[in-house]
């Protein structure tokens, strides 16, 4: 038996992602920009897709752009951000926990004279409000926030934004990382109110090689990756039609994220109730984090040795982010755990096409590696 828990380093493209991508492959693949039958047909596949995934953010779909990556997406919202704003301030205010297509372009604008703060989570993962407000000054031009956490599952308080900004009197611009979330909260204007939200194809069944930026309005960035002026000059390059069609249609396969995230969390509920109670397992993830994301440890296991046992079995989790592999977790740093619970951490990721069989069949898995290698006590 095989069971795929990994789903937030990448998903098995769903099947309509997969039709459509053959689509685009077979049929539509002329270039969009070109003027004749075979380009057009290409740019109105284009526009299909734009609308799939802009109903699924909740958004305009004038304001939607795809870029080749969510890695891509990021480094276009923050190294835009402050092209745009860098004459009105020099700090930028992120957190310790996100992804490192968001921490690594903030280190090069930190190299380059920018004030950086980065706030640290509590024990469970999370930001704290308080925080937010004491950090945000008025010479802040960009905070950068993740919706979702990619290891622990928190959901931070990016809807608390907005209120400190206006209350520092702050120019900034307001950016979240949602690559995590989309598909599985609620990430419209209403619910998170940024000024740039970023996502991914991949991490929602659809194929890779494309993600998106939207914009609340289009003039609020500088473009950042330059050339043809492809997606009215947000993201330059000719567009991966194939790899875009499959998110659009796999968008449209995810319109329901209540009732998916309903399933999931029962799915999340079964594998706790069957692990908890093992004296060497211990729980990362805040008990509020989203149902999709399970982080845990077993005590006297390391990481990778846990990986490679499950993957013996057919069972494929992670040591931790798939794009900071062979370092310490420094979500897990950030949040002030042992050394020997961090060494020890996976992560455990699902989605809606996980099973309850495949759940138990994980549950046997963990016991097993517990009683064996793990360590006797807490």
């Known amino acids: 038996m095989n069971a795929y828990f990994d789903n937030s380093a990448t998903t098995k493209p769903c099947k309509e992602a997969v039709n459509a991508a053959k689509k685009a492959i077979e049929e539509c693949w002329g270039n969009p920009s070109s003027l004749h039958q075979l380009g057009l047909e290409a740019s109105d596949e284009l526009k299909k897709a734009r609308k799939q995934i802009s109903r699924l953010l909740g958004v305009n779909e004038s304001s939607f752009f795809f870029t080749s990556s969510g890695t891509t997406a990021n480094n276009t919202a923050i190294f835009g951000a402050y092209e745009k704003l860098r004459r009105e301030g020099n700090r930028i205010v992120t957190t310790a926990i996100e992804h490192p297509s968001v921490l690594e372009p903030v280190k090069r604008l930190e190299a380059m004279g920018c004030e950086v703060i980065r706030i640290t989570p509590d ?13 945000i000054n008025q010479n802040t031009i960009l905070v950068s926030c993740m919706a979702v956490n990619n290891e622990v599952g928190s959901i931070l308080p990016v809807n608390r934004i907005r209120a400190a900004v206006k209350r520092a009197g702050a120019p900034a611009l307001i950016h979240s990382d949602c690559i995590q979330a989309l598909s599985k909260i609620q990430i419209n204007p209403k619910a998170i109110d940024a000024d740039i939200y970023t996502v991914s194809g991949h991490k929602i069944h659809a194929l890779k090689g494309v993600g998106g930026i ?8 500088k473009p950042y990756i330059l050339g043809g002026g492809q997606e009215q000059t947000i993201h330059s390059g000719t567009e991966a039609t194939p790899a875009i069609m499959s998110f659009g249609a796999a968008a449209e396969d995810a319109l329901n994220v209540s009732a998916n995230s309903e399933y999931v969390k029962k799915l999340k509920n079964r594998l706790i109730d069957g692990i908890i109670d093992i004296p060497c397992v211990k729980i990362n993830s805040p008990e509020d984090a989203i149902p999709y994301i399970l982080n845990i440890s077993i005590l006297g296991l390391p990481s990778q040795p846990i990986v490679n046992l499950m993957s013996e079995k057919g069972i494929y989790i992670s040591a931790g982010s798939a794009c900071k592999m062979g370092h310490r977790s ?28 495949e759940i138990d069949y994980l549950i046997n898995a963990i016991k097993e590696a517990a009683e064996k290698y793990g360590k ?3």
């Open 330 to 357: 420094p979500v897990l740093t950030a949040m002030g755990l042992s050394p020997e619970r961090i060494d020890s951490a996976v992560r455990i990721s699902l989605s809606r096409f996980n099973t309850e069989e």
């Open 376 to 378: 006797k006590q807490r």
């Open 214 to 221: 939207y914009l609340k309005s289009k003039g609020i960035i």
């Open 123 to 135: 024990e469970n993962g999370k930001i704290r409000e308080e925080d937010l407000f004491e950090s």
